[in-house]
């Protein structure tokens, strides 16, 4: 290969990761991907290795345990691979009364959304200095910039990526490295989403973007180092809106639309 370098991806199984891992190995970059056990990761693997002529490497561990995190990192030290960019994107969605979860449901979403991503850049951070310039890429929500009901642990969880994000950029720009955070709206990533996806209004459907769309939009404003990336426009309207109507409006909206929204967890 003429590309040294790999980009690892976690949650890279289906949906948005898997997106993500077709449009990087597009673009030539040697890839490592991270799901869960029993996720048909290696048959992915291998179709991606075959079609884009890439090397990809298949790792299949539960990011919620923490010593799977540095089981992940050591794997990659011991097979004298070089990541030149991490891509955060594993996580939990839940759309759910507080009162509807657990406290097992709630722990799990914590570990994947915040905890994995904090502890995988801290294990990378060395080797991504060194592999300058180097870029990190965390996998936030549109849903951060909003006080939603039923969205209030995956929001909150979704506002730490975004805040950690912002602030870890500022921090390694003079180490050459570059953070981006991509908050998208709805997308049709599995089974589970899409059947809670067609329960919104047509407004609200017509802001759903598949994760083959949103893909490109990522990594382009990854490459171009950009800060904050807001796939579809509609999404963008709704930010704008967000900062131009009265707060009371927005809480009415808001609301009226998250009452339609059946329950569901899934991962992204």
């Known amino acids: ?22 449009e990087c190995a597009n673009r030539k970059m040697n890839l490592i991907l991270v799901a869960l056990p029993d996720s048909k990761l290696y048959a992915l693997a291998e179709f991606i290795k075959q079609k884009y002529k890439v090397d990809v490497i298949a790792l299949e ?9 540095i089981w992940v990192f050591k794997e990659v030290e011991q097979l004298r ?29 914590l570990k ?11 294990l990378f951070l060395d080797m991504l200095k060194s592999n300058k310039p180097s870029h990190i890429l965390n996998v936030g ?15 909150a969880t ?19 490295i570059n953070v981006s955070v991509i908050c998208p709206g709805g997308m049709n990533t599995n ?24 893909a490109p939009i990522a990594i382009k404003g990854l490459l171009n180092r950009k800060e904050i990336i807001i796939p579809g426009r509609i999404n963008k309207l709704f930010l704008l809106a967000d900062k131009l109507l009265p707060p009371i409006i927005n ?14 967890s899934a991962i992204e």
């Not at 929500?141 to 929001?155: D, H, N, P, R, W």
């Open 1 to 22: 290969m003429h590309n040294h370098f790999y980009t690892l991806i976690t949650g890279a199984s289906e949906g948005f990761g898997k997106a993500l891992a077709i």
């Open 61 to 69: 561990k539960d990011l919620t345990i923490e010593e799977n995190c």
């Open 81 to 109: 691979l070089s990541v030149n960019m991490l891509i955060n994107n594993v996580g939990i969605g839940s759309t759910m009364l507080f009162s509807e979860g657990s406290v097992s449901f709630y722990q799990k979403q």
């Open 112 to 122: 994947l959304n915040v905890i994995a991503t904090t502890l995988l850049t801290s």
């Open 141 to 155: 929500s549109l849903c951060s910039f909003f006080f939603l009901a039923k969205k209030q642990v995956y929001g």
């Open 158 to 176: 979704k506002s730490y990526i975004y805040f950690f994000s912002k602030s870890l950029r500022r921090e390694l720009r003079s180490d050459g």
């Open 191 to 214: 089974a589970s989403v899409m059947a809670t996806n067609k329960s919104n209004n047509w407004l609200l459907r017509m802001s759903i973007m598949d994760p083959e769309d949103v």
């Open 251 to 264: 809480e009415m909206i808001s609301n009226h639309h998250m009452k339609k929204f059946k329950s569901v």
